[in-house]
């Protein structure tokens, strides 16, 4: 069952996003709107708006990682069980390039709802923080030596405890929203289907990268393992 379940959730994964393109580009309607003068408001994104769908559906499952490996770290220390830290390590790996995506595709709705590609109000300047946070995760991993499990495990908590916040802060600056108050339950009908097809898209990628990263990491592991004992036994030299 181990083995089918990157498949399964990369199939799952594929077909998912296929469909949701074919129903944010062809199904979904435009985003506008009218002011009291009958006439178009200046929050009318058209075709723009579509980066929607992808925008927030990576920024669901990346703060769903950052969780995970936050999490994860918190057994981690707890119990010295290695498996604790695969798993924290892989969701980490997946939340960086889940963030770029996300900082990507929020300058690119950035460029059309304000006219610039980057505007330092509180929600992007926090979520550049914990993309920054993460990618130092990784290059803990690589070179801070024998405490760097410990070290990275640190730093995901202190990520995780910085995602409420984020969430928190729609409503509070100029961020657009995803709905109304930034409360994706209150999208209109016809964007609701392809928004949460695209959600459940990605948890599918996010759970196929996150289940075959901790596959390789703990193969790697085994195989440093039998080295090890290899060479104790005078096999290998």
Known sequence: ???LAV???ATLAAVGIAASVYLVFFVAPLQFGYNEAGKLNGSSLFFNQKIFYFHVGHAFWLFGAVFVSGAGSIAFLKTRDPKWD?????STDVAVAFGAVVLITGSVWAKAAWDVWWQWEPRLTMSLLLWLVLVGYVLVRRFAGPSADRIAAGMAIFGMVGVPFIYKMVGQDSHPAAGSEGVVATLGPG?????????????CWYL?????????TRAERELRELRE??????VLQ
């Open 1 to 3: 069952m181990k083995k």
């Open 7 to 9: 498949p399964v959730f």
């Open 86 to 90: 695969d798993i924290a390590s892989a």
């Open 191 to 203: 964007m609701r289907g392809a928004f949460w097809l695209s959600v459940a898209s990605f948890l």
């Open 208 to 216: 196929a990268l996150v289940i075959s990263r901790v596959q390789s």
């Open 229 to 234: 004992r290899g060479l104790d036994l005078g």
